[in-house]
């Protein structure tokens, strides 16, 4: 493969500890540069690192400005929405206007989760609209968190009509996209790229394979959301950055194209989402 590829969402700090409430210590954040050097061996040049709470927002952040090849997201998970939201808001806020160096490319993950509590959407529905504005604002990229039981629309429909009313004129990613054809056809219509990952490649995945093989290649970003959903040649380990190849090796398949062609165009996707430069 001569041409490299971006990991669009993935958790490096996550990856180094399952703690989202600490901060990283200096040696933590050194800690982390093995793994950013085996991503780049593999041929993935460049990581969003996505933030999912103000103390991971922060870790983001930092990485971000660490290593050059790091970008960060803020943002608060939609299923660790709570009273006292409008104070992350404020801290993301913060985040954002001492950004000098412009390394926060994206607001999120933020959106609709109803996979395991559904007594909360109204609240998730309130913070996601703020995360809208925030990006709106700053003229940033939402990253979209949408989860339901597989099969189930739930989410992904509240999601689109809360973005509704927002318009056109942002730049989103429905990440790890896992819902129905349908809306995969109506996100397209929006202008937001699907998001790309390793369940891709899982045997009974055959529906999402459909989803990907009808997808223009211009509409797809690749994520590994490490530590989160390894291939199947990681099963039962962290899922690393570096394996955002498996999943521009399992798009090349379904859509029958060179890997060069998936890695060069799902980059260029990711650098105009993101603003990467």
């Given at each position: 493969?001569?041409?490299?590829?971006?990991?669009?969402?993935?958790?490096?700090?996550?990856?180094?500890?399952?703690?989202?409430?600490q901060l990283l210590s200096g040696?933590?954040?050194?800690?982390?540069?093995?793994?950013?050097?085996?991503?780049?061996?593999?041929?993935?040049?460049?990581?969003?690192?996505?933030?999912?709470?103000?103390?991971?927002?922060?870790?983001?952040?930092?990485?971000?400005?660490?290593?050059?090849?790091?970008?960060?997201?803020?943002?608060?998970?939609?299923?660790?929405?709570?009273?006292?939201?409008?104070?992350?808001?404020?801290?993301?806020?913060?985040?954002?206007?001492?950004?000098?160096?412009?390394?926060?490319?994206?607001?999120?993950?933020?959106?609709?989760?109803?996979?395991?509590?559904?007594?909360q959407v109204e609240l998730q529905?309130?913070?996601?609209?703020?995360?809208?504005?925030?990006?709106?604002?700053?003229?940033?990229?939402?990253?979209?968190?949408?989860?339901?039981?597989?099969?189930?629309?739930?989410?992904?429909?509240?999601?689109?009509?809360?973005?509704?009313?927002?318009?056109?004129?942002?730049?989103?990613?429905?990440?790890c996209f896992q819902q129905s054809?349908?809306?995969?056809?109506?996100?397209?219509?929006?202008?937001?790229?699907?998001?790309?990952?390793?369940?891709?490649?899982?045997?009974?995945?055959?529906?999402?394979?459909?989803?990907?093989?009808?997808?223009?290649?211009?509409?797809?970003?690749?994520?590994?959301?490490?530590?989160?959903?390894?291939?199947?040649?990681?099963?039962?380990?962290?899922?690393?950055?570096?394996?955002?190849?498996?999943?521009?090796?399992?798009?090349?398949?379904?859509?029958?194209?060179?890997?060069?062609?998936?890695?060069?165009?799902?980059?260029?996707?990711?650098?105009?989402?993101?603003?990467?430069?």
């Amino acid at each position: 493969m001569s041409s490299n590829c971006v990991d669009t969402h993935c958790h490096l700090d996550i990856l180094l500890r399952m703690n989202f409430d600490q901060l990283l210590s200096g040696k933590e954040v050194q800690d982390i540069a093995p793994l950013i050097e085996a991503a780049t061996l593999a041929g993935v040049r460049d990581l969003v690192n996505v933030g999912t709470n103000v103390v991971g927002s922060k870790n983001s952040v930092c990485l971000a400005n660490t290593y050059a090849g790091v970008w960060a997201t803020v943002g608060l998970h939609p299923t660790d929405v709570h009273s006292a939201w409008r104070a992350d808001l404020a801290e993301f806020k913060k985040m954002i206007r001492e950004d000098r160096a412009k390394k926060i490319v994206g607001v999120g993950e933020t959106g609709i989760d109803l996979f395991r509590d559904a007594s909360q959407v109204e609240l998730q529905k309130d913070v996601f609209k703020a995360h809208i504005e925030l990006a709106l604002e700053h003229k940033l990229a939402l990253v979209l968190h949408i989860r339901d039981e597989v099969g189930n629309d739930r989410s992904a429909e509240i999601a689109l009509r809360v973005l509704e009313s927002f318009g056109t004129n942002f730049r989103g990613v429905m990440h790890c996209f896992q819902q129905s054809q349908a809306i995969a056809t109506e996100a397209l219509s929006r202008g937001l790229l699907l998001g790309v990952d390793a369940p891709i490649g899982y045997p009974k995945n055959d529906w999402l394979r459909s989803i990907v093989r009808n997808a223009p290649l211009e509409s797809l970003v690749l994520e590994t959301d490490s530590p989160f959903l390894p291939p199947p040649h990681l099963r039962g380990t962290k899922n690393v950055p570096g394996a955002v190849v498996y999943v521009a090796e399992r798009i090349a398949e379904i859509k029958d194209v060179s890997l060069d062609e998936v890695a060069r165009v799902t980059t260029q996707n990711a650098k105009k989402l993101f603003g990467l430069n």
